[in-house]
């Protein structure tokens, strides 16, 4: 029998043993990924914001602006996945066709272990600007800050060095136009010693922030001179009262003001005064907004910044001031079981109302009293309280304390009452 196909091919039994043995072979592989893939099955991680390693480029070159973050996806098998970290992977550019200052497209790369891939990069590429570093001397100018206090102004500010070196992106250092320190004196209200971090402007006065200056930050003494002098203002009033009121004083809010001027003339000034205030047939406070008047030639108000300032003018009805003698003290909310005795047993009210209510006011319309609520046995000081008509104003009373005894009532079983208070005064 022959071994030869019809194709001319050998069909004997070596090439049915070699056809088995590769078979068994393909098998057995499928077998072993069918049961490596049970085991370790493929997973698919998705790492966000990751960020770009800053590349190194030949000098005098580097990159404008900054680098975004990508996005990378990447498929392994579990045991490989499981020995990724986030702070391991390292996204770079290839930046190998990097020769020039100049625009380019430049590729993401990341480094994997061998049976780890990545499926996508986003983005898959990065739009590079790249310059020459470049390097000026500047003259560092100051720039006081806006001081909204009126009372202080800016004296002499003396930073410790009066130029920087500005860095950084050749076609941006060529754009800055000078270089200022901002002064901002906060609350100081002495001279101070502070650091300022300087401040690169284009021609149009906006800050270039993506150059470097050196110092960061200069040191500068700056002097705070406190500004004006400050006076009382006085209320003038023009007019009288109603018929039966009466003016019983007078304030300015703010009660004093920041002056500016000449020194010779401002160490003259010891008041000011108010326009006079209309107060003519008033029967109440009087409050009204006013200026000044009267100021020196070259003087003015620095504080409060519009010159103003609230006159309040109090009026009353026209009274009488009386001391009512010997009004007994009644001691009120007595715990049971006791007694009570007060020292001394009548007192002087002293109290304000107007002639006629004065003039009708009789001992009964006025009473004192003194409360031992929560009080245990002893002897307490305690303040009097006074009840009047609502026409009269209760101002003091004579003596201001009185002293109650509180005894228990013999063969009497007095109420529990808490532990005593040690005495008011």
Do not use: C
Not at 29 to 40: E, K
Not at 138 to 151: C, E, F, K, S
Not at 273 to 299: F, K
């Amino acid at each position: 029998m022959s071994n030869f196909s019809p194709f001319g091919r050998f069909t004997g039994p070596r090439s049915e043993v070699v056809f088995r043995a590769a078979a068994s072979l393909a098998l057995a592989f499928l077998l072993w990924a069918w049961v490596t893939t049970r085991s370790d099955p493929p997973e698919t991680r998705v790492y966000a914001d990751l960020t770009l390693q800053q590349p190194t480029l030949p000098e005098p070159l580097q990159i404008t602006g900054e680098l975004p973050t990508v996005t990378i996806t990447i498929l392994g098998p579990r045991s490989v996945m499981d020995r990724i970290s986030r702070a391991g992977l390292r996204p770079a550019l290839d930046v190998s066709q990097v020769s020039g200052p100049g625009n380019y497209q430049t590729q993401v790369v990341v480094d994997l272990p061998a049976a780890a891939r990545v499926v996508s990069i986003t983005p898959p590429r990065v739009a590079l600007v790249v310059d020459e570093t470049a390097t000026r001397t500047m003259h560092l100018d100051v720039q006081p800050g806006r001081i909204d206090d009126p009372t202080r102004r800016l004296g002499e500010v003396v930073p410790n060095v009066s130029e920087v070196t500005v860095s950084g992106p050749k076609r941006l250092v060529d754009n800055v136009a000078r270089v200022v320190l901002p002064i901002d004196i906060d609350d100081h209200v002495d001279d101070f010693t502070a650091d300022f971090v300087p401040v690169a402007l284009d021609g149009a006065g906006q800050p270039i922030p993506e150059v470097a200056i050196l110092p960061s930050r200069v040191s500068t003494a700056v002097e705070v001179d406190q500004r004006g002098r400050s006076v009382p203002v006085l209320v003038q009033t023009i007019g009288n009262p109603a018929q039966g009121y009466e003016v019983v004083g007078s304030v300015a809010n703010p009660s004093t003001v920041v002056l500016d001027g000449p020194d010779n003339v401002l160490n003259d000034i010891l008041s000011v005064v108010t326009v006079p205030v209309d107060i003519d047939g008033a029967s109440d406070t009087v409050n009204v907004r006013t200026t000044l008047q009267g100021l020196p030639p070259g003087v003015r108000v620095v504080n409060p910044i519009d010159g103003s300032v609230v006159a309040v003018v109090q009026i009353r009805q026209r009274g009488v001031t009386q001391l009512l003698k010997d009004l007994p003290v009644t001691v009120v909310n007595v715990p049971s079981g006791f007694v009570a005795t007060v020292e001394p047993e009548t007192i002087g009210v002293v109290v304000f109302a107007s002639e006629d209510s004065m003039a009708q006011l009789s001992g009964g319309d006025i009473a004192a009293s003194v409360s031992v609520a929560g009080l245990g046995a002893g002897r307490h000081q305690l303040r009097p309280s006074v009840t009047v008509p609502p026409e009269v104003q209760w101002l003091r009373t004579e003596p201001e304390l009185v002293v109650v005894n509180l005894e228990p009532i013999r063969g009497a079983t007095p109420e529990a009452s808490p532990v005593p208070k040690p005495e008011r005064r």
